[in-house]
């Protein structure tokens, strides 16, 4: 994977700066995470949407009704690989405003929250 979706650059966001941007609740954020939905069982942070990329096919064709592609989007997953593919896709369908959370929500209990648990 290069990083790259039909020429534009993946943007990506730290843990961090996801931290600040939730402490503001930012209305028009999109939070999605595309973990399985035992990975969200066992650590998840407060306001994300779970869209599991094993459940593709279940709901791809609905993303524009559940979603709005010109709010800011940030994807989550458990390292940053899924978040990616999802991001490289959302843009695919024409989402103009998508970021990645580098290093998942692994980083993020390492570095930001140490009560949401590492797996």
Same mark, same amino acid.
């Given at each position: 994977m290069t990083g790259q979706s039909f020429g534009q650059? =993946? +943007?990506q966001i730290s843990v961090e700066e996801l931290a600040q941007r939730l402490s503001k609740a930012e209305p028009d954020l999109q =939070?999605?995470?595309v973990r399985e939905p035992q990975e969200v069982a066992? +650590?998840?942070i407060e306001g994300f949407v779970n869209f599991p990329l094993s459940e593709f096919a279940?709901?791809?064709n609905e993303i524009h009704t559940c979603l709005n592609p010109h709010a800011e989007t940030l994807v989550i997953c458990h390292h940053g690989i899924r978040s990616a593919q999802m991001c490289q896709w959302l843009m695919a369908q024409g989402f103009t405003n998508v970021k990645n959370i580098a290093g998942g929500i692994d980083a993020y209990?390492? =570095?930001v929250d140490p009560s949401i648990p590492v797996y």
């Open positions: 650059p =993946l +943007a =939070l999605l995470d066992i +650590a998840n279940g709901w791809a209990s390492t =570095l």
